[in-house]
């Protein structure tokens, strides 16, 4: 492995450049998709007050601790609590409330009665009811107030994503705004002379252009703004005044990442590497596929650059090993790394020597006890279309020689 670098040394000079941006605050409703930079903290208890988690009758405990259906306790309804009500009516010996789920419980009363525990139920509860059922205890069916947050207590921490049950719980805990990451600006540069977009008519030796579809997909994916999505040919006179045009610092939506594609390899074409050599250092990663690759930072704004290989197979596996991670970072994600389950091979397959592998694969899930992983294509980095059938990629190890059906190898989930 004379001449390689691990994908660890390369990951690590990329996220030591990769500082988190800074937070500004937004509306809870503006939020979902976002990244943390305070904790959310409640403002209100959760519950909020004391309230029936059940349809019934709010009631003195002593009044019913009794009853059964061979001797039920007669209670006599006194008030009527829907949701939303703020009534808190007096309870004397032998009186009950209906009451509505959610509705606050009556001061007076320590236990929740179902309507499906008296004899009339919901057709039967105003006036006296009869209750055939105890309650199992003093308290029974009421939802204390703070019993699941008080305010103060930290419902989110910084770093956290916020999803759909996220915003739910801040919203759940009285926050309009929170302060979260803001996004990062992301360039997404595809370079090569034969690239044409897609739909067009097509001449010899011309191909769709499909990566900067890719790695602008998966950069919205990790929460980053996609500024200015572009195909340059080789020509580095083009790529210099689209990398100006993106990164002008005088520009609100100056990009903060710059991801190229193509032109990083050995070839005699190779314009990102041409018109970058004196910004980003080019190397050569223990990975397969994505090997060559390329990073730096501009001066004047401190943009990153990441230059990725330009086989649709290889710029997604660079991204997801090394932008990815980098995007998360920026926005302060206590977690960078994607969710890794072990699982058995479904059939053999060759690993390149002394090269970690990432092999796309799918999942085989007709067992839900035996889940187990297959390659998603043939082979070869060039393969776009057996890429859209990945689910994951198994990691392997630069040491092992191959893959023999019911290994159980390490499966990086992406989807």
């Known amino acids: 492995m004379s001449g390689l670098r691990t994908v660890e040394e390369h990951l690590?000079?990329?996220l030591a450049a990769a500082a988190p941006l800074p937070g500004e605050r937004v509306q809870l409703a503006d939020a979902h998709g976002r990244t943390l930079v305070e904790p959310v903290r409640a403002a209100v208890d959760i519950p909020v007050f004391d309230n029936s988690a059940m349809d019934g009758f709010a009631v003195r405990f002593a009044d019913v601790t009794d009853a059964a259906p061979?001797?039920?306790?007669s209670l006599r309804v006194v008030a009527d609590l829907p949701a939303g009500t703020a009534a808190d009516p007096a309870l004397d010996r032998g009186e009950a409330a209906r009451i509505m789920t959610g509705s606050p419980v009556p001061s007076d009363a320590d236990a929740i009665v179902p309507f499906e525990d008296t004899a009339g139920g919901l057709a039967d509860s105003l006036g006296s009811i009869s209750v055939l059922r105890a309650p199992?205890?003093?308290?029974?069916?009421?939802?204390?107030?703070g019993e699941d947050a008080r305010v103060g207590d930290e419902i989110l921490p910084a770093g956290a994503l916020l999803g759909a049950l996220q915003v739910a719980a801040a919203a759940a805990a009285g926050a309009a705004e929170v302060v979260v990451a803001r996004r990062p600006r992301v360039a997404v540069i595809s370079t090569g002379s034969e690239l044409v977009e897609p739909g067009s008519p097509l001449r010899r030796g011309q191909i769709p252009e499909s990566n900067s579809v890719l790695l602008?997909?998966?950069?919205?994916?990790?929460?980053?703004e996609v500024v200015r999505r572009a195909s340059v040919p080789d020509e580095p006179g083009e790529l210099d005044a689209l990398l100006a045009e993106v990164t002008d610092a005088g520009s609100p939506r100056a990009a903060d990442v710059v991801v190229f594609s193509g032109g990083v390899s050995a070839g005699a074409y190779e314009v990102v590497k041409t018109t970058l050599a004196r910004t980003m250092v080019f190397s050569k990663v223990a990975m397969q596929p994505g090997k060559p690759q390329g990073f730096g930072r501009l001066h004047d704004n401190g943009a990153l650059l990441f230059g990725l290989p330009g086989n649709p197979?290889?710029?997604a596996v660079s991204f997801e090993v090394f932008v990815r991670p980098a995007l998360l970072q920026l926005q302060g994600r206590r977690t960078l790394e994607r969710p890794v389950m072990a699982l058995p091979a479904a059939s053999a397959w060759r690993t390149p020597p002394d090269r970690r592998q990432y092999l796309p694969v799918v999942i085989d899930r007709s067992d839900p006890r035996g889940w187990r992983v297959g390659p998603a294509t043939s082979g070869g980095s060039h393969l776009a279309g057996g890429l859209g059938r990945a689910e994951a990629y198994a990691v392997v190890?630069?040491?092992v020689?191959?893959?023999?059906?019911g290994d159980v190898v390490d499966v990086m989930l992406i989807s």
């Open 12 to 14: 690590a000079d990329v």
């Open 70 to 73: 061979g001797a039920p306790a």
């Open 136 to 145: 199992r205890a003093q308290g029974a069916h009421i939802r204390r107030a």
């Open 216 to 224: 602008a997909a998966l950069a919205t994916d990790a929460g980053a």
């Open 313 to 315: 197979v290889s710029a």
């Open 397 to 399: 190890p630069a040491e």
């Open 401 to 405: 020689e191959a893959v023999a059906a």
